[in-house]
């Protein structure tokens, strides 16, 4: 079982950056991919970014953020980072951190196992 809390979420100007953090519990955390999803108003979710598990030498963006978001991941602190710089309106949403058993990096919501509560974003023109 893993339990997953984001932070970091809040409003900030467009333009501006914000770093979302997601810690988790457990002893395992470096056996799983993780990944970043949003959801915005009256829209599903969609994938954001991933990493794989142990080192994090794969990393996938989604196509809106690529450029503009990193993702990362500190084993020894069971948390997995989202920086999101040149923040946009379209980027407001919650987002949510999960983690995945599957040995591989992946943007597919259903390969993943646990998910947070959420942080909210809110980027403002």
């Known amino acids: 079982q893993v339990q997953l809390v984001e932070s970091g979420g809040r409003l900030v100007q467009a333009g501006g950056s914000l770093r979302l953090s997601c810690a988790a519990s457990?002893?395992?955390?470096?056996?799983?991919?993780m990944g970043w999803f949003r959801q915005a108003p009256g829209k599903e979710r969609e994938f954001v970014a991933t990493?794989?598990?142990?080192?994090?030498?794969?990393?996938y963006y989604a196509g809106s953020v690529k450029g503009r978001f990193t993702i990362s991941r500190e084993n020894a602190k069971n948390t997995v980072y989202l920086q999101m710089n040149s923040l946009k309106p379209e980027d407001t949403a919650v987002y949510y951190c999960?983690?995945?058993?599957?040995?591989?990096?992946?943007?597919?919501?259903?390969?993943?196992?646990?998910w947070g509560q959420g942080t909210q974003v809110t980027v403002s023109s």
């Open positions: 999960a983690a995945a058993g599957t040995p591989q990096a992946s943007g597919v919501p259903s390969l993943y196992d646990y």
């Open positions: 457990g002893r395992t955390f470096s056996s799983y991919t």
């Open positions: 990493i794989s598990k142990s080192g994090g030498s794969t990393k």
